[in-house]
Nanobody
Framework: QVQLVQSGGGLVQAGDSLTLSCAGS????????IGWFRQAPGKARKFVAA????????YYEDSMKGRFAISRDNAENTVWLQMNNLKPEDTALYYC????????????????????WGQGTQVTVSS
């Protein structure tokens, strides 16, 4: 099965942009939808964005629409999350997850179907 390694993240100021990467290896990356979730201290993991295994469909949490953009290149086995106009409330630990979506399985915006996770990367936005 695929394994995920994340990169990007860091400390930025409000209004800045940041790009997170999620690289897959060891499996057929194009069989998996990829989702981004985030978790602030003391809070549950929350959906951010997801992209279907072919990249033709994307999903966003409402508050991220227009600010965040998810994309993928299956030839590079990579998914990116471009985050613009960052706000202090975007501060969290960000995780990418892989959901096997072969056949008729649809991309999920819930974390439960995502069985493979990256190591997490911290994003801190100062005001």
């Amino acid at each position: 099965q695929v394994q995920l390694v994340q990169s990007g993240g860091g400390l930025v100021q409000a209004g800045d942009s940041l790009t997170l990467s999620c690289a897959g290896s060891g499996g057929i990356f194009s069989n998996y939808a990829i989702g981004w979730f985030r978790q602030a201290p003391g809070k549950a993991r929350k959906f951010v964005a997801a992209i279907s295994r072919t990249g033709d469909t994307t999903y966003y949490e409402d508050s991220m629409k227009g600010r965040f953009a998810i994309s993928r290149d299956n030839a590079e086995n990579t998914v990116w999350l471009q985050m613009n106009n960052l706000k202090p409330e975007d501060t969290a630990l960000y995780y990418c997850g892989a959901q096997l979506t072969t056949g008729l399985i649809r991309t999920s915006t819930d974390s439960s179907p995502y069985k493979i996770w990256g190591q997490g990367t911290q994003v801190t936005v100062s005001s």
